[in-house]
């Protein structure tokens, strides 16, 4: 309860819960008593900010997406409106992001480039504002096969030898590891 002074027609009531509805009376008072309650007067707070998400991870997942998963704050402060994921190539301060539904605790974030560090993070939104996000996670996507050596030779040395030499690829898509060189008689 809360006490309001004689010439108040009005008062804020302070310390409540985030999103939760509460029934309002009055009654006014003197020396001699107390008034009946007035009507019951429904209302409810609004939302507030959403706790951050916990347990985040990431992994790599393909060559072109990273895979996060999360548990949901247990109190959410009101109605959670769902997620955000924030990623970037590290290095970079081009950010993209994406919007998650608030039942979702999966996602994986697609067009990626293959072999790539990204950085990322989570917050969770709702009408009262969006959580602090979680702390930065570095993930690589998975490799993928290189592009084809370029400007490949091959000259006769020896009897009984060859040599073959090449330009290495424009795109290694990982950490390159080597090169297969196939031979075989012809006819």
Known sequence: RAEAG???????????????????????YTEGGESERSEEVLVRTLSGVPPTPSSVTAEGEAPDSIKVAWQAPVETNGGLSGFRIYYRVVGSTDKSQAEIGPDEMMYSIGGLQPATDYVVTLSAHADGGESDRTQEIVVRTLSSAPSTPLSVTAEGKAPDTVRVTWQPPTQTNGDLLGYYIYYQVVG
Do not use: W
């Open 6 to 28: 004689p010439i108040d027609v009005a008062y804020i009531v302070s310390g409540l819960q985030p999103y939760t509805e509460y029934i309002v009376t009055l009654t006014a």
